[in-house]
């Protein structure tokens, strides 16, 4: 190892000014070269310290115990079968305290969720690899895979090109940028590499000329060559040719699927590191460009700081609570694009980073050069297909693929807002809702209608297609004596109201009751308390805790602040849960009592982890870090005259609201509540830290 760093650093001296495929060409090199020894290191330092003493002594015991058997089947004496017996026990013992030791070893040593999950599945003894079809030959499957993908994308462009679509019923001009363009890319600094590649994942490309471990290994080593080779292309406006290509693998969608059928398998493609450094820095710098010049949309949360799936339907479900209050009903329909990131047109994304973006000269040459001349191939089992070039799309897995998805799209948010319906996007999933006094029940569905079509008008100038199929709409409210309508026109479909949907992970149902959530979440949850139950005799009261927090806790924590205000009954099941599990981690039988578990697991009860995640957003509100869609909703108090409370400039106005199981359910209401009853040194903590202490 130590002579590999040398020759990289010789490397690095002798060749400042080394390609991307020199680079790819030197390192394939020195690892042949050197790949004995550097081999031997990396399996010394993976391999356990005790597996090699415990197995020795096993086998040792083995031959003991077969002995002892042969002893006393010859002799048929009692004594005899007792030390047969007392070596078995020994034996039970050992193995019992090998797998304790294991599996502790690998649950402390796993560093995700899924990781876990997969250790999880595979000390149960349960296949955690993707079904495969077996209707097709396992030498063929690569390319039918590939085929199948290509074909896809091209079904979808010909349908596209063959449909007529009728004109919008308004004309909508794109917004043209006014602000600094981005003509180029500044050049980074050996420091900006390094620390970029520590926030990354260190997961290997079968393209990578070595493996990513390695490359981290040697880091001081590598840097001067990376910094040059993403100079180089930064410079130039020319994405490496080496770098363009993918590795995918195909995944099943859900694993309750039909893995014969095709159209149930994402592509999911693999970059070489490099690929995804180069991308990253870019990345930075296009941030940048957007934050100075405010071109974000308000209402897209993907791939944004401080916005989440959980922010998004904060607001969602805010104002479907608050049009309830006030008497009125609600149409929430839900949106499906079709292989989205697979069908964006290149032309247009390009020309939209022009005028709308600002994105132009070399920085724009960039992306033309990173779009172009991409190819991919697919692997499974480590047979793959033959190339195939893209004509159109993002590669999905890369680091630039989702941004430039969500520019791509971004107009399509004036199109929603002309019809004065709200939405919310986040990435492919966009989600409309309207809400009118039930009296206007079929002119509200009307006006969902025009925007449907205008939406679907917008999408196939586009070069995508919308899924009437998958579209689902949902009837909040309800008024009795009127007559609401029963389905919405989209496309071709008439799509009846369903009684629940999922969105983003968390199914609304008609009522925003979310019985259905609950009921889900807690079943999942004591699906995954069961797994680790059934392993528990062999892990330690750590390990445990590790994989009862990465499974079960973190189901119970997610968007739990959509819960806010809940029916007691609800939180009383998800508490159960909580208690389930902190029974499981000290071996506490049902009638123990759970009070002293949870204050020595420092775990706080469900309606304070729901209030908890409250404050905070109101937290990030108030330092002004919260996405704007939910800073507008709450209003600073201050009162009409001079009052000795008025220096204390930290409480939020608590609005008036008609009924206690929706109004106050709102986030605009139950968030200045749960604020402002909070301490003032609270209230006044100047870093996330301190407050969160």
């Known amino acids: 190892m130590q002579q590999f760093r040398q020759d990289v650093a010789s490397l690095a001296a002798a060749q400042l000014d080394i390609t991307a495929d020199q680079f790819n060409t030197e390192m394939r090199r020195l690892l042949d070269t050197h790949a004995p020894s550097t081999q031997r290191?990396?399996?010394?330092?993976?391999?356990?310290?005790?597996?090699?003493?415990?197995?020795?002594?096993?086998?040792?015991?083995?031959?003991?115990?077969?002995?002892?058997?042969?002893?006393?089947?010859?002799?048929?004496l009692t004594i005899h079968k007792e030390i047969m017996n007392s070596i078995k026990h020994k034996i039970s013992r050992l193995v019992s305290d090998a797998k304790s030791t294991f599996y502790n070893f690998k649950v402390s040593t796993s560093s995700t969720v899924k990781e876990l999950y997969r250790l999880t599945n595979n000390l149960l003894g349960k296949c955690t690899s993707t079904p495969l079809p077996s209707v097709y030959p396992t030498d063929?499957?690569?390319?039918?895979?590939?085929?199948?993908?290509?074909?896809?994308?091209?079904?979808?462009?010909?349908?596209?090109?063959?449909?007529?679509?009728?004109?919008?019923?308004?004309?909508?001009?794109?917004?043209?940028?006014?602000?600094t363009p981005l003509c180029g890319f500044e050049t980074v600094?050996?420091?900006?590499?390094?620390?970029?590649?520590?926030?990354?994942?260190?997961?290997?490309?079968?393209?990578?000329?070595?493996?990513?471990?390695?490359?981290?290994?040697?880091?001081?080593?590598?840097?001067?060559?990376?910094?040059?080779?993403?100079?180089?292309?930064?410079?130039?406006?020319?994405?490496?040719?080496?770098?363009?290509?993918?590795?995918?693998?195909?995944?099943?969608?859900?694993?309750?699927?039909?893995?014969?059928?095709?159209?149930?398998?994402?592509?999911?493609?693999?970059?070489?590191?490099?690929?995804?450094?180069?991308?990253?820095?870019?990345?930075?710098?296009?941030?940048?460009?957007?934050?100075?010049?405010?071109?974000?949309?308000?209402?897209?949360?993907?791939?944004?700081?401080?916005?989440?799936?959980?922010?998004?339907?904060?607001?969602?479900?805010?104002?479907?609570?608050?049009?309830?209050?006030?008497?009125?009903?609600?149409?929430?329909?839900?949106?499906?694009?079709?292989?989205?990131?697979?069908?964006?047109?290149?032309?247009?994304?390009?020309?939209?980073?022009?005028?709308?973006?600002?994105?132009?000269?070399?920085?724009?040459?960039?992306?033309?050069?990173?779009?172009?001349?991409?190819?991919?191939?697919?692997?499974?089992?480590?047979?793959?297909?033959?190339?195939?070039?893209?004509?159109?799309?993002?590669?999905?897995?890369?680091?630039?693929?989702?941004?430039?998805?969500?520019?791509?799209?971004?107009?399509?948010?004036?199109?929603?807002?002309?019809?004065?319906?709200?939405?919310?996007?986040f990435a492919d999933d966009t989600e409309l809702y309207k809400s009118d006094s039930p009296s206007e029940a079929f002119t509200l569905s009307r006006t969902i209608e025009a925007c449907i079509s205008d939406v679907k008008v917008w999408v196939v100038q586009n070069k995508l297609q919308l899924n009437d199929d998958k579209t689902e709409i949902l009837l909040i409210g309800s008024a009795p004596g009127i007559d609401l309508p029963s389905s919405v026109r989209v496309g071709q479909s008439d799509i009846s109201f369903s009684s629940a949907a999922r969105n983003l992970g968390v199914i609304f149902d008609s009522e925003l009751a979310l019985k259905e959530q609950v009921n889900k979440l807690c079943q999942l949850a004591y699906l995954e308390i069961r797994r680790i139950g059934s392993i528990r005799q062999y892990l330690s009261v750590e390990a445990t805790k590790t994989l009862v927090s990465s499974l079960v806790l973190s189901r119970l924590d997610y968007c739990n602040a959509l819960l806010a205000g809940c029916p007691q009954v609800l939180l009383d099941k998800i508490q159960r849960v909580i208690n389930c599990s902190a029974r499981l981690i000290y071996k506490a039988s049902k009638s123990a009592h759970i009070t002293p578990l949870l204050f020595d697991l420092h775990w706080l009860p469900i309606s304070s982890r729901i209030q908890y995640k409250i404050a905070l957003t109101c937290f990030h509100i108030i330092s002004g870090t919260a996405p704007p869609y939910l800073s507008e909703l709450l209003r600073l108090y201050s009162p009409s005259r001079s009052l000795r409370s008025a220096s204390d400039t930290r409480i939020f106005r608590v609005p008036r609201v008609c009924r206690r199981t929706l109004g106050e359910r709102s986030f605009q209401y139950i968030g200045p509540v749960i604020w402002n009853s909070l301490s003032f040194s609270v209230r006044h903590a100047t870093t996330l830290s301190s407050f969160k202490s």
């Open 140 to 179: 063929q499957l690569p390319q039918v895979f590939s085929d199948f993908f290509v074909n896809k994308v091209r079904q979808i462009r010909d349908s596209i090109d063959r449909q007529v679509v009728h004109p919008p019923s308004h004309s909508l001009c794109e917004r043209r940028f006014s602000g």
């Open 189 to 425: 600094t050996q420091e900006a590499v390094l620390k970029c590649m520590k926030k990354m994942s260190p997961k290997t490309c079968v393209l990578d000329p070595i493996p990513t471990s390695l490359l981290f290994e040697c880091s001081d080593q590598v840097v001067p060559l990376l910094t040059t080779i993403v100079n180089q292309s930064l410079a130039t406006g020319i994405f490496p040719s080496c770098m363009k290509s993918a590795v995918v693998k195909p995944l099943l969608k859900k694993t309750s699927l039909d893995p014969n059928v095709l159209k149930h398998f994402r592509p999911v493609s693999n970059l070489p590191f490099v690929s995804k450094l180069i991308e990253k820095l870019v990345l930075d710098q296009l941030f940048r460009h957007l934050d100075h010049n405010n071109l974000w949309h308000t209402f897209q949360s993907a791939y944004r700081p401080k916005h989440s799936t959980e922010t998004a339907l904060l607001r969602v479900l805010n104002d479907l609570l608050t049009a309830s209050d006030s008497g009125s009903i609600s149409i929430l329909t839900l949106l499906d694009l079709s292989a989205a990131f697979d069908t964006i047109d290149h032309s247009i994304l390009l020309t939209r980073l022009d005028s709308t973006f600002g994105i132009r000269d070399l920085a724009l040459s960039f992306f033309r050069s990173y779009l172009q001349d991409r190819t991919q191939v697919v692997t499974v089992n480590g047979i793959k297909s033959s190339p195939s070039l893209l004509t159109c799309g993002v590669p999905q897995g890369s680091v630039l693929g989702p941004i430039l998805f969500i520019l791509y799209t971004q107009p399509l948010s004036d199109v929603i807002s002309h019809h004065s319906v709200s939405h919310h996007m």
């Open 41 to 76: 290191q990396v399996n010394r330092r993976h391999r356990s310290p005790w597996y090699s003493s415990i197995a020795l002594e096993l086998r040792s015991m083995k031959q003991e115990r077969r002995r002892a058997e042969r002893r006393w089947l010859s002799t048929g």
